[in-house]
């Protein structure tokens, strides 16, 4: 629960309002005749306490909320300690890791960026299915630092919620405050599909399909793709690999939507490596 000093919120000027400076014959009458001390008790008003009560801002935490997505029930959790990466899974031993939701070497991918976005609508709308969490993050996190408090909570929910579709939902409100790189991080974990560029094969995208997401019905009609090949030869992308011809990626991108929309889709180039969301838009952009 965090708890905030609402003088601090407000602004306040603590500085007191200035008084008259008695003149020197006032000053001297009143030394000559004091007045009578005044208190509670003798105006009859009700005593006045010592200590003043200091007054706090208060973000209560909802309880953890219970919601069904694609046959699969889950858990939204809203706080708690972060004790694994949001990106890679890695155990956080420190802190200031376990505040964030991202280890030391994560965080340097796009989470010191600074905001590109103002309008958080496009945000907010990107968790519409989670109005607890929508009125959470902008209570604890927005109100008080913006859009970039808004996107350190969201990368918290991310990693309290990993690999969950609110993981994805994350993922897809901090692309939408311009967080672009970030995003593109925190999606490598809900990556399914990998294309890569092989040296050895440089007219064909290399193919990785994640052994929990396999679907043989996508790689069966992958298979048929022209210059679709397999080989059983160890290289740094594992002993067994798929290709693709690069003159192919339209009737792949067609099949990636018709199998994995909504997932995650990694393209590396390199040491370069940016991971979509599998969706419509995507696909229209892929095929300009």
Known sequence: MRVTDLDSLLNLDPT????????????????????????????????IEETVALQTFTVEIPPEVAYTLGGMRHQLVFEGVCTKCAHCSQPLTDSVSQERGLGPTCS??????????????????????????VDYLVKKYKAIGGNRALVNGLV??????????????????????????????????????????????????????????????FYNQVKLLPGFSHLNRSSRFGPKRNYVAKTARLALAHLLIRYYEGLCLT?????????HKITQEWFAKASA
């Open 108 to 133: 340097k991918k796009g989470y010191h960026d600074e905001v590109v976005v103002d309008d958080d609508t496009d945000a907010l709308l990107a968790l519409a299915q989670y109005p607890q969490l």
């Open 16 to 47: 007191p309002t200035p008084t008259e400076t008695p003149t020197a014959s006032e000053a001297l009458i009143a030394a000559a005749d004091p007045a009578p001390e005044t208190t509670a008790e003798s105006v009859g008003a009700a005593p």
């Open 156 to 217: 918290r929910t991310a990693s309290l919620n990993r690999r969950t579709p609110v993981h994805s939902a994350c993922c897809d409100a901090i692309d939408a405050l311009g967080f672009k790189r970030l995003a593109s991080t925190l999606r490598e974990a809900l990556a399914v599909v990998e294309l890569y560029d092989d040296p050895e094969m440089p007219n064909s995208y290399g193919l990785w399909i994640k052994k929990s997401d396999f679907n043989w019905n």
């Open 267 to 275: 393209i590396t180039k390199g040491d370069e490596k940016i991971t």
